[in-house]
Structures are given as structure tokens and as C-alpha cells.
């Protein structure tokens, strides 16, 4: 089955605040929500410090690059639905609980009409 060509991923805080943006296919989940203004924990951007780590709570990912030979674990699957967003894409919509917090540079007013916000 061929995945969509974008995805929308929601990304959910331990406070429960939420917010929305699409992924376009064959690109990770890192990059395009730093393309949508949000600044996600992020290091070495290639599998490898677990910065990003993540709980994927719903839908699917793929990892979005070769592994690098120094990679040890399938960035998809590190077990118990944690996943590392520098190197995987969406193939379904998907709901994401980053363990690092996140912070939007873009004016949230100006957002709505690509993301939701929170519970309003
Ligand atoms: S940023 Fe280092 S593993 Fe994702």
C-alpha cells in the first residue's frame, strides 16, 4: 500500500496541550514540525543522542532515512510505542506525546488556519 503523500500529526503534552500540523511524505516528523514554527527537543537530528524521543499513541511511522551504521535500534520501534521524530514519517495520521517539550515561534493567531490549538 502506497502511504498518503502528507499526514497530519497532533502532538500531545503531558498537560495535555495540543497542537496540529501535516507532514508531507518522505520527510520526518522533526522536520515538518519546524517547517509548521514549532521548535520540538532535538539534538543530533540522526537517531542517535534520544532527544526526541517519543510515545507514538496512534497510527503508524516508517523510518524516514537509511539507518546510519551507527544506528543500533529501528528509530520506528524502539519498543513500548517510543519512536525518535528526527527519523521517522507518518504513514497514517498520527498522535505523538513528545517527552521533551515544545515551543511554537509562529503567532498562534496566525496559525489557525494550519493547526488547532488546545482545548478551545
Ligand atoms: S535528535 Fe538525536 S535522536 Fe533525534
Redesign the pocket.
Known amino acids: 500500500m502506497t502511504p498518503p503523500e502528507r499526514c497530519t500529526v497532533t502532538l500531545i503534552s503531558n498537560t495535555q496541550e495540543t497542537t496540529s500540523f501535516v507532514c508531507p511524505s518522505k520527510i520526518s516528523i ?1 522536520r515538518a514540525a519546524k517547517n509548521a514554527g514549532l521548535e520540538l527537543s ?12 517519543s510515545q507514538l499513541l496512534e497510527g503508524t511511522v516508517v523510518n524516514s532515512r537509511s539507518l546510519s551504521r551507527y544506528a543500533t535500534v529501528d ?1 520506528a520501534d524502539l519498543g513500548n510505542g517510543r519512536i ?4 521517522v514519517t507518518p504513514t497514517t495520521d498520527v498522535i505523538v506525546a513528545p517527552e521533551g517539550p515544545w515551543e511554537s515561534s509562529v503567532d498562534q493567531s496566525q496559525a489557525r488556519d494550519h493547526t488547532s490549538t488546545g482545548s478551545s
Not at 43 to 52: P, S, V
Not at 84 to 87: A, D, F, G, M, R
Open positions: 522533526l532535538a539534538g543530533c537530528m540522526q537517531g542517535r543522542c534520544y532527544t526526541c524521543r528509530p525518535l521524530l528526527c527519523s
